[in-house]
């Protein structure tokens, strides 16, 4: 173990054990950054304020770099009225195009209607983006 000691020292160790510790070292090295997926819930009539409020946090996420999965929550007798869970889904995609790009186009899951946005370029932390412009 000590290779530049004097007498020279060495351990002896389980090899099976040290075998599964170089593997376990291998697997762990070889995870990357992981992408959440964030999802951010409408109603089809949702208030303007917190429509506003759920856009930006939809953009903290993309500036983070993180995916973002917008839906529409259709509750009761409001499954009639589609056509707001799409028109709301566009305007929230088109605010956020500048940041974003559609990586799944918009699709019923039950009551559901979602899209998948993800981060064209991943920016700074907001903070040192505020420094600069100081």
């Known amino acids: 173990m000590a290779e530049k000691a004097q007498p020279p020292v060495c351990k002896i160790i389980d090899f099976k054990k040290f075998k599964y510790q170089e593997a376990k070292k ?12 964030k999802e951010i819930r409408f109603t089809p009539f949702i208030a303007s304020k917190d429509y506003q409020t759920r856009i930006e946090r939809a953009k903290e996420f993309l500036n983070q770099g993180h995916k973002v999965r917008l839906s529409v929550k ?6 009639t009225r589609k056509e707001f869970g799409h028109k709301l889904l566009t305007r929230a995609v088109k605010e956020l195009e500048n940041i974003s790009k559609v990586e799944a186009e918009p699709k019923f899951q039950g009551r559901l209607l979602m899209t998948v946005l993800k981060a064209k370029g991943v920016m700074k932390d907001a903070q040192t983006k505020n420094k600069k412009i100081s």
């Not at 291998?26 to 997926?37: A, I, T, Y």
């Not at 259709?74 to 499954?79: A, E, K, L, T």
């Open 26 to 37: 291998l697997r762990s090295g070889k995870k990357g950054k992981k992408q959440d997926l």
């Open 74 to 79: 259709f509750v009761g007798r409001q499954i």
